[in-house]
């Protein structure tokens, strides 16, 4: 089991930048693909950004292909997001989540951190 503690949103105008951060608990993270999910007043949640155990592999939603990057550090238990060229509709509650080895879905998510774009 894992626990996930995101941090990192906060109030950023169009075209700023944020660091979103993942804290994941358990000495098994590096056996979770880890990923960044979003949603939006209602929306459905959506994904943004997935990476693989190792980290050699990510994937991303077309809406933030060449803005966002998704990375992790095992060593530390830890995943980020870092996102560029923010637009109004980035706004969302962002959550980090992983998925196990044999599983199909994530299993485990985070509290959620509100990153709001200003116009």
């Known amino acids: 089991q894992v626990q996930l503690v995101e941090s990192g949103g906060g109030l950023v105008q169009a075209g700023g930048s944020l660091r979103l951060s993942c804290a994941a608990s358990g000495r098994t993270f590096s056996t979770y693909s880890m990923g960044w999910f979003r949603q939006a007043p209602g929306k459905e949640r959506e994904f943004v950004a997935g990476i693989s155990r190792s980290g050699s592999a990510t994937d991303y939603a077309d809406s933030v292909k060449g803005r966002f990057t998704i990375s992790r550090d095992n060593a530390k238990n830890m995943v980020y997001l870092q996102m560029n060229g923010l637009k109004p509709e980035d706004t969302a509650v962002y959550y980090c989540?992983?998925?196990?080895?044999?599983?199909?879905?994530?299993?485990?998510w985070g509290q959620g951190t509100q990153v709001t774009v200003s116009s």
């Open positions: 989540a992983a998925r196990g080895v044999d599983s199909i879905s994530y299993d485990y």
